[in-house]
């Protein structure tokens, strides 16, 4: 048995034995010095024999005891343990005949009862010297290993295991290197007995003083701490040479890795006796100060902590909760770890604009000129941002004239919370920064794309190590103002999954009538947001949770047109390019013709970042031929703009016209969060009976409109001229392209029925036309939202007819009047009307040819 485990049972046993019976106790100490004397005994009654050549006599079946994670070897005492009743049964029957048994050791340490094919095939046969019945039924005995054996066939395994044996002898090597090996595992295991104090004295000395290498190699290997595979792998070795490389390679390992501990342990005491020293003599220090009259370190760090206290004028709860850590900063040991914590709060505390802030600029016609010196159009937020200074304006002008609200319940809101919707590029978040500047006000942005944790809102408790506020506060920290313009960039890409939910962390942020004591989780005390400007912004609505939507005041930015791009570009995008590409105004000028060729066939977008990208990298081509000498004057043509940017991306109207210009084809109008877009919905029919199928990655709103708008073609073929024979003797095959871009919504119903009507009828679709609405089974058109978006859309892609439902017509009221004079309108409230404005007159579809050119021509 290793010497840790023996030891510790040993430890244990004679714990529970003093508390119970002591004479038990003297027993147990008996046997175990025993178990440390037993070799020399055992020498000493061989040399007593004084016949070398005497062989014991041992019967030819041994009863076999197996162990479980111990291994015994000859000439050593073990104590064991036993507690099954098979095994108890087998010791009373060696103690009452011959106190032989063989010792083998399971395969299977956990296996509670091994059988004869658990074992190993080497074991030692030994006596049992001692006994002892404990009072938990179990039986304690003290073991001797005399010789090695090996295991022959077992003749019986009830009521316990026997088997034939015969003697294994080991093979004694003599000579130098034998006898070297020898004194180098004696010495190792004397340096290993150095660095574990539990070691008895008389057991290393009665092991260092031992000659012969066997006893050598078994008495270490039974008191050192091996694994039970290596410890069965000495035991089993032939050569007494082999066994000690062994023992010595284990014995090496052993001795390195408790000099490594005892290390760690001397560098752990050095460092806690480091501390201890440090707090004694700052302790002293801190006496000697008092008698000179002298503050110390931490109580100037009190004090200027007091001091910012005073004068941060935080409310009266933060003012309490402030001044009690500072109390209990007072009173603790610098060196202490929760120092560090309270020092790093209160830190936090004093250092937030309670009392700081800007004073707005209430100049309502200064306001207007920054906003439309910064920004083109945008006339809704521009108008929205002069009401609440003129408002607030008011308010402090009459401040003295109005009775404060005794209502408690519904206090009087300050703060507004805007929230900008509108595709990219529209200029959301640099709107918040002109909106600052008119107020001259601080601005300050966060990001919320990709934020997951609602800790990252509120903060987290102190508790944890590393805690901070949330980032509310750590920007308002930053700004050292707080009523700053406070931009929460965008809030639509906030994820919700299992670490948390911080779109409900962000509910009391943004309202009104909460975010007067706003409660971080890591000050734990309320502050102050109503009097910032929030202004979050978004690309679409749908994902924002309807409890955060309800809180804001939603303002959409719609797509720019034509012309307000061609002015944008004129005011704000080809100066910055200028500044940025190091050019001079003198050395480049755009045609408004380039800027146009520009919008519509390289850019087509509902902003101008990719606008401006186009025109950067004109002024960098220009930049480069500047640099190598090639003129000093570049006027941007249309011509030169291919130049610079090759092939056109967009092949603007004709590419529309020609798409159309078979029947089956029809351009619908669609909404995204990156502004409208046109979209072609293509049918096609191949033989068959019935069948449908609908393709481009499409969501279900989507298919089920599809469906709905084929039942309503179906039930009305008779009514349309169509044949009625056509579905029966169909497949229709409806796709949407571009299938990489998902798509989904009811508003290209009656683009897909006109697109069915066109197929079966073979009439083509009107040109430079385009159409959007929802529609019933009963051929209602219904309306549909993001009118203004798909209008400009269809101006964009120079379409000049678009059928909209009669419903949606008060909302050309958003559309610029230069699109509407530029543009016809056709509101329906019918599928009919929509087919009798969208498809060329022609002649009733026949029945359908069953030739390939027919079939070919229906089907492209």
Not at 134 to 154: F, K, M, N, S, W
Not at 519 to 531: G, I, N, W
């Amino acid at each position: 048995m290793p010497a840790s485990r023996w030891y510790s049972s040993a430890a244990k046993f004679l714990d529970w034995v003093w508390e119970n019976d002591a004479s038990m106790a003297e027993w147990f100490m008996s046997s175990m010095f025993d178990a440390i004397n037993a070799i020399d005994d055992f020498n000493t009654g061989n040399e007593e024999d004084g016949d070398t050549n005497n062989v014991p006599k041992y019967p030819e079946v041994l009863p076999i005891l197996p162990l479980r994670g111990v291994v015994v070897y000859p000439y050593t005492a073990v104590p064991l343990t036993v507690g099954q009743q098979r095994s108890i049964k087998l010791i009373d029957d060696v103690v009452g005949d011959n106190k032989l048994v063989g010792l083998v050791a399971s395969r299977k340490p956990d296996l509670e009862t091994p059988g004869t094919g658990d074992l190993f095939g080497f074991g030692v046969i030994a006596t049992v010297h001692r006994l002892l019945r404990a009072p938990d039924g179990t039986v304690r005995l003290l073991v001797q290993g005399i010789e090695r054996i090996r295991l022959g066939d077992y003749i019986a395994e009830e009521p316990y295991l026997k088997a034939k044996f015969e003697l294994a002898p080991e093979t004694v090597e003599t000579g130098l290197e034998v006898d070297a090996l020898a004194r180098n595992a004696r010495d190792q295991f004397a340096q290993i007995a150095d660095l574990i104090p539990s070691f008895p004295e008389e057991l290393v000395a009665s092991i260092v003083s031992l000659e012969d290498p066997l006893q050598t190699v078994y008495t270490i290997s039974n008191f050192q701490r091996i694994e039970f595979e290596d410890a069965q792998q000495i035991l089993e070795l032939q050569s007494t040479i082999d066994k000690l490389r062994k023992l010595i390679a284990l014995l090496v390992r052993e001795s390195e890795v408790l000099q490594l501990g005892q290390k760690i342990q001397n560098e752990a005491r050095e460092e806690i006796e480091k501390v201890q020293r440090e707090y004694f003599l700052r302790e002293q220090l801190k006496a000697i100060e008092r008698e000179l009259g002298e503050k110390d370190e931490q109580a100037v760090e009190v004090d200027e902590f007091r001091r910012k206290i005073n004068d941060a004028k935080m409310p009266e709860e933060a003012d309490k909760q402030a001044l009690r850590e500072l109390d209990r900063l007072s009173r603790l040991p610098t060196a202490a770890a929760e120092y560090g914590v309270i020092r790093t709060y209160l830190d936090w505390l004093v250092s937030l604009p309670w009392s700081r802030s800007t004073k707005d600029n209430l100049d309502i016609g200064h306001a207007r000129q920054i906003l439309d010196q910064d920004h083109y159009g945008l006339e809704d937020i521009k108008e929205r941002i002069m009401e609440f200074l003129a408002i607030r304006k008011l308010r402090l002008e009459r401040q003295g004239e109005f009775i404060k609200s005794e209502d408690v319940i519904r206090r009087d809101r300050e703060g507004v919370i805007l929230c900008f919707v509108g595709p990219p590029g529209v200029g959301k978040t640099s709107l918040g920064r002109s909106i600052a500047r008119a107020m001259e006000r601080r601005f300050v942005r966060i990001s919320l794309g990709g934020v997951r944790d609602e800790a990252e809102i509120r903060g987290h408790r102190r508790t944890y190590i590393g805690a901070m506020p949330g980032r509310i506060l750590q920007a308002l920290r930053r700004v050292e103002s707080h009523n700053p313009v406070f931009m929460l960039d965008e809030v639509d890409k906030l994820v919700f999954d299992f670490h948390g939910d911080p779109a409900s962390a962000l509910l009391e942020v943004l309202d009104p009538e909460q975010n007067v004591e706003f409660r971080d989780h890591y000050l734990e005390v309320a502050y102050d947001l109503s009097q910032a400007f929030f202004i979050t912004t978004a690309n679409s609505l749908e994902t924002i949770p309807g409890p955060l939507l309800d809180r804001m005041e939603i303002i959409f930015l719609s797509g720019y047109t034509e012309s307000e791009k061609v002015a944008i570009a004129k005011g704000y995008l080809i100066p910055r390019q200028i500044r940025e590409n190091s050019l001079r105004a003198k050395e480049i000028k755009f045609r408004e013709s380039s800027l146009r060729k520009i919008i519509n066939e390289y850019t087509r977008e509902a902003g101008v970042r990719n606008l401006e990208r186009k025109i950067g990298a004109i002024c960098r081509k220009v930049g480069t031929r500047i640099a190598e000498g090639e003129g000093t004057l570049y006027k941007i043509t249309p011509e030169l703009v291919e130049e610079f940017l090759d092939h056109p991306i967009f092949l603007g109207p004709d590419e529309i016209s020609l798409r159309t210009s078979i029947p089956g084809v029809a351009p619908g109008l669609a909404w995204t969060p990156y502004g409208g877009v046109v979209l072609f919905i293509e049918a096609t029919r191949m033989p068959g009976s019935k069948g449908f199928q609908v393709t481009g990655s499409v969501g279900k709103v989507m298919q089920e409109s599809a469906g709905a708008a084929l039942s309503y073609v179906r039930s009305r073929a008779k009514e349309l001229g169509l044949d009625e024979e056509f579905f029966s003797q169909s497949d229709i095959h409806l796709h949407i392209p571009a299938g990489a871009t998902p798509k989904d919504g009811p508003s290209a119903g009656v683009t897909m029925a006109t697109a069915l009507v066109s197929l079966i009828s073979g009439r083509k679709v009107r040109s430079r036309l385009g159409m959007t609405g929802e529609i019933t089974l009963r051929g209602q058109v219904l309306p549909v939202g993001g009118i203004k978006e798909k209008v400009l859309a269809a101006h964009r892609n120079k379409l000049k007819t678009v059928i909209l439902p009669k419903r949606n017509e008060l909302d050309l009221d958003d559309v610029p009047e230069e699109i509407k004079n530029s543009m016809k309108f056709i509101f329906v409230e019918t599928v009919s009307e929509v087919f009798d404005a969208a498809l060329l007159a022609g002649k009733k579809a026949s029945r359908i040819k069953k030739n390939s050119e027919r079939e070919d021509t229906n089907g492209s």
